[in-house]
Nanobody
């Protein structure tokens, strides 16, 4: 059974940092694109970042220059380092995976999400 399990969320003050992790299991994701999305209350799900199997990266405009996505294929894990956090970054963050492409669409697998709350 394929699973994506996020961890690392929590409460942090504005200007602080958090690192999210997403551990994949059930099969090898080394050749997949891994992504992060977020959804705040009352808002649509928003693309945050993605990383291809070869390390190419893509970011949503609101997080460029503050967030960094990375992966460790040996551990089947993807990370999201979030710096200079703002209250508007508050959301449930989801990990996702797909077999082709780098963009924000057509993800096949999704995690359950981890809450990130940034206080002002």
């Amino acid at each position: 059974q394929v699973q994506l399990v996020e961890s690392g969320g929590g409460l942090v003050q504005a200007g602080g940092s958090l690192r999210l992790s997403c551990a994949a299991s059930g099969r090898t994701f080394n050749s997949d694109t891994m992504g992060w999305f977020r959804q705040a209350p009352g808002k649509e799900r928003e693309f945050v970042a993605a990383i291809s199997w070869s390390g190419n990266r893509m970011y949503g405009d609101p997080v460029k220059g503050r967030f960094t996505i990375s992966r460790d294929n040996a551990k089947n894990t993807v990370y999201l380092q979030m710096n200079s956090l703002k209250p508007e970054d508050t959301a449930v963050y989801y990990c996702a995976a797909k077999t082709t492409g780098l963009g924000s669409g057509n993800y096949n697998y999704w995690g359950q999400g981890t809450q990130v709350t940034v206080s002002s």
